[in-house]
């Protein structure tokens, strides 16, 4: 696989990038609101809480319904959504075209790490069923961040542990980072952390993509997805 020559640690999103999650978190999403006597439908979730975890999307689907969106009302709704998500892990990983080729090659060349607002054991559950667990340094999900996307602080967290895992002679700075996204909120992250970033469109549109500040687009993880991309100083 062609990469750029700057390019020094790759750190990848999870859900609508490694996995085809996205249509199941949404149908378990809205299961979980029907409950609730809350519609969620598949326009507002993707205009709106695409992108977000499950804290941030759940506490704003209830306040938007003018409900009450406590701590503990929250935390019960995400461990309902949880459950029903392992159950679907259990039968099915539902891996988008190329990913698990795309990570194998970047692996073998340069340290590589997840950020997601997906909670942990989910992520955990997935790769190790897939095979591809042990490509990444760590991760860093949902449990580990006060903000979600597009809030930078995931992908920093997520640079910080690739430096203190590979102990680098002189730390990767963020402009040698690529991070690999599917989500609006992902990108803005992604460049407020100074990294650059690569799009698929797997959730959004190519124009929506460019125009949220991608530095290249690309409709599938499969060949040479990185071919598109300049180095930094282009």
């Not at 999870?14 to 439908?41: N, Q």
């Not at 961040?145 to 730390?171: C, D, T």
């Amino acid at each position: 696989m062609r990469i750029p020559s700057d390019l020094r640690a790759v750190l990848f999103d999870f859900d609508g990038v490694i996995v085809d999650s996205e249509p199941i978190h949404f149908r378990l999403f809205r299961e979980v609101l029907a409950a609730e006597d809350i519609e969620l439908t598949r326009k507002t979730y993707d205009q709106l809480y695409l992108g977000m975890d499950d804290r941030e999307c759940f506490t704003a689907v209830l306040e938007a319904h003018g409900r009450p969106a406590p701590p503990s009302k929250v935390a019960s709704l995400i461990e309902q959504k949880s459950m029903r998500l392992m159950g679907e892990v259990d039968r099915q990983v539902p891996l988008l075209p190329g990913a698990a080729a795309c990570i194998r090659s970047l692996a073998a060349s340069l340290p590589l790490a997840i950020c997601s607002g997906a909670l942990r054991p989910e992520i955990e559950a997935m790769l190790k069923q897939a095979g591809l667990l042990t490509a990444f340094l760590g991760i860093v999900s949902a449990e580990d961040v006060a903000h979600g996307k597009p809030h930078p602080e995931g992908y920093r967290a997520a640079l910080a542990l690739v430096n203190r895992a590979i102990r680098p002679p002189a730390p990767i700075e963020p402009s040698a980072v690529l991070v690999i996204e599917d989500s609006l909120a992902g990108i803005e992250a992604a460049r407020a952390a100074g990294m650059r970033c690569l799009a698929v469109t797997n959730s959004y549109s190519m124009t929506l993509l460019k125009a949220a500040g991608a530095d290249a687009v690309v409709t599938t993880l499969e060949g040479e997805p990185l071919a598109s991309l300049p180095d930094s100083g282009t």
